[in-house]
């Protein structure tokens, strides 16, 4: 049998998603006792206390399936959004998000509009249902509402924008992001991701959930990065009740498991974990930034975790960190071989990264 004779259209040229490097798997190829992981934006203050505490109280409950929808955690952030618990759509990441709005919305034809760089699933999940993606690039590594404007045809069901940009870190401004919102032709959606908008201290970072009234917004929340759950899975979308009721439809029964869902709703609870993984990242950002100007290298302020930095071979940085035990992400994943991504670390992290990246330059 010719398995790729049975293959949907178009799911034969799809790559599989690479992720960052795992710190046991470069321990164990370069023989290193300590590797730190600043390739996946992830939180480096662990996961939070209240959420360790919550799983090993839902242990005993396994045997049972979780609320399928979960329900309480939905309505714990509508809650908290000051939305109603409707309006909010549960999935096992962000990532399932995603995956859950393209099969959701797109078909065969139909064209999605997003960004280049920025996160990649985007263009994954809309490929998977045999969707056009129609790519705008950056300028001067920001998005550029007006180029994405241009390319939004009749048949562009989705556009998508990444706000903190990933791997640039911009975000879009209130003001652009409503004139844009205002100019848009009926009968599209827009999905804005906000995986790390708890970073943001830039004032013009709109209050989008307010937005979700008045604009086809889908706005999309995770717990993976300032919470540190995401060995867990759970992300969020927040938009209008008749959008996030089409998307329960076509989600899995049970896609939130069970510990994930105990977890995230003591995660809610601990603003103080939050305080202190915002302020870690705010610290560590302006660290970073000064000990790259130092070394006099060209760096775009961030409003995220994580920092884009120009190196002038980014593969063979990346190939040099990893040998010294420090794993960061490539620009050239994003098209953009001369730059870096860094992960926001703990102080000694980052200052181990900086030690190996002055070695390499
Ligand atoms: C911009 C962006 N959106 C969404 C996600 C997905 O997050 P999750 O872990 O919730 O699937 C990521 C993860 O890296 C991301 O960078």
């Known amino acids: 049998m010719n398995v790729e004779e049975l293959l949907r259209r178009g799911v034969s040229s799809l790559k599989a998603y690479v992720p960052g490097r795992s710190i046991e798997e470069v321990a164990a190829e370069y023989g290193l006792s300590e590797v730190v992981k600043l390739a996946s934006n992830e939180n480096a203050l662990g996961p939070t206390p209240g959420a360790i505490d919550a799983i090993r109280g839902a242990l005993d409950g396994l045997h049972r399936y979780p609320d399928g929808g979960a329900k309480a955690l939905a309505a714990r952030l509508a809650q908290k959004l000051g939305v109603s618990p409707a309006c909010v759509f549960m999935g096992n990441g962000g990532d399932d998000v995603l995956s859950v709005l393209s099969r959701t919305f797109l078909d065969e034809g139909d064209e999605v509009v997003i960004p280049r ?67 848009l032709p009926e009968g599209l959606l827009v999905l804005l991701d906000e995986a790390y908008g708890d970073f943001a201290d830039d004032p013009a970072y709109p209050d989008s959930v307010s937005l979700i009234e008045r604009f086809p917004l889908v706005v999309l929340r995770s717990f993976s990065k300032i919470y540190g759950l995401a060995g867990l899975r759970v992300g969020f979308a927040v938009s209008r009740e008749d959008v996030v ?15 994930a869902q105990a977890a995230a709703l003591a995660a809610l609870e601990d603003d103080d974990y939050k305080e202190r993984a915002v302020a870690l990242v705010r610290e560590g950002r302006e660290a970073l930034y000064a000990a790259f100007g130092g070394m006099g290298i060209e760096f775009v302020e961030s409003q995220a975790n994580f920092i884009f930095v120009r190196v002038g071979d980014g593969d063979a940085a990346t190939d040099a960190l990893m040998r010294e035990g ?17 992960t926001v670390g703990l102080p000694e992290e980052n200052e181990r990264f900086l030690s190996k990246l002055k070695g390499f330059l």
């Not at 490539?330 to 991504?341: L, T």
């Open 117 to 183: 760089p920025t996160f990649s699933p985007y263009a994954h999940v809309s490929r998977v249902m045999g969707a056009k993606v129609v790519f705008s690039p950056l300028r001067e590594m920001r998005i550029d509402l007006d180029d994405v404007f241009t390319r939004i045809s009749g048949r562009t069901k989705i556009v998508f924008l990444c706000s903190p940009n990933n791997p640039t870190g911009g975000i879009l401004a209130e003001g652009e992001l409503v004139s844009f919102l205002e100019k």
């Open 245 to 259: 009721g089409y998307m329960n439809r076509v989600r899995e029964p049970f896609n939130v498991n069970q510990l």
């Open 326 to 342: 420090v794993i960061v992400r490539p620009g050239s994943a994003f098209g953009h071989p001369e730059w870096i991504r860094v």
